[in-house]
């Protein structure tokens, strides 16, 4: 897993029907999440499992357990599992940069 | 799932029975779709399962869920499962780079 | 697997069933672990599996095992499945970085 | 699934039964087949499953897609799946480079 | 699968059941094996299948291949599955780089 900000959303109409109803969102890495902001090169599409807001910092899950969340037999590999609220680094509450 | 331009299409003569008779695409994937256009330096083989026209944007998805799309035992790996209408960034509607 | 540093913790209120009751730790891959230190630019999530104190050095594995490992059927893709106590190095024993 | 160029065998006596018998080829990625001649910085070692020659441009599969391929239990975690005759880039017949 | 020299080993009392009993060694994968010798950035931790001596030139397996080789239901996501006796490139014997 790993921790991405939302950037956005996609509209796709032609899919296979394990995406049909589904809200796909645009996700970007954060490298550095809690130390420095940083922001990785490429992006991810996931899909949306908990109703994430754009700019929320949020964990993505990737490969077959991703799928499994969401619940489908095909087609996801990347969801997003859970919305982060802080970070504790080194001890100190820090505030996840969404 | 990562965004990608379809680039070209393969011919293979020899290969698993799994691809027989399938379309096999070769995408770029895009880093920073819907911001920058800027592309990813490797290329990706994918299974196209929706058939998507050259130089289209597409949604790629990998691993054994691209697999069970394709519906075969073996050798899929990465499928074409989307055609990408547009994106929602920051609220605003944005073209697919395609 | 590869070796990783606990950077910390992640509170996430809002997240799928698979990850609730779960410690999720922010962990920093070491590229060169016992012979220079040196740490990864990008982070990874994962699931505690054996109470790893924050600092400390750590085996953390991917994927399905990973999902395995934890005992549930989504969500997860790393978890936190050993405590490094020292490496040896071409036959010296290395104290971890930690 | 990717493009590589077949570099070379192996030979490795000392393996698991999933490997024996097998012809294990050392492949080099190709980053941008068909318009630039691009090859990655690393290699990929694979099982052949088609009797690539030295030198062809191949179809490399990876992950459980690769070793049910194969056919085998463990072990395998990549395939060559296909020998490319030629691609087709932006509607021109281009060789492929092998 | 991929190639890479034994750096050395890891001794971790606290770990899952999964790996108890089990030899892991940290890996470096190899880029550039019987061309130029080139080692990667990253370590990987794998459990040693075939008893590889420090320093030697192994082939690892990744994901659920590596896992059932290694004949466990989690935490193994890599594993050494081979020797590497020698390479031979472009029809010529290489010694491979151990």
Redesign the interface.
């Known amino acids: 897993?790993?921790?991405a900000r939302i950037?956005?959303?996609?509209?796709?109409?032609?899919?296979?029907d394990?995406?049909v109803g589904r809200t796909?969102v645009?996700c970007r890495?954060?490298?550095?999440?809690?130390?420095n902001h940083?922001e990785?090169?490429?992006?991810?599409?996931?899909v949306d499992?908990?109703?994430?807001p754009?700019?929320s910092t949020v964990?993505v899950?990737?490969?077959?357990?991703?799928?499994?969340?969401?619940g489908?037999?095909?087609?996801?590999?990347?969801?997003v599992?859970?919305?982060?609220?802080?970070?504790?680094?080194?001890?100190d509450r820090?505030e996840s940069e969404g």
Chains 1, 2, 3, 4, 5 share one sequence.
Do not use: C, W
Not at 29 to 35: E, F, K, V, Y
Not at 72 to 79: F, K, L, M, P, T
């Open positions: 897993m790993f921790l950037e956005g959303q996609l509209v796709a109409s032609a899919k296979t394990h995406l796909m645009l890495p954060l490298n550095d999440a809690g130390i940083e990785a090169d490429e992006q991810v599409v996931a499992l908990i109703g994430a754009q700019g964990i899950s990737t490969g077959s357990g991703a799928r499994q969340a969401a489908v037999e095909g087609s996801v590999d990347a969801a599992v859970g919305l982060v609220d802080y970070l504790v680094i080194d001890g820090v």
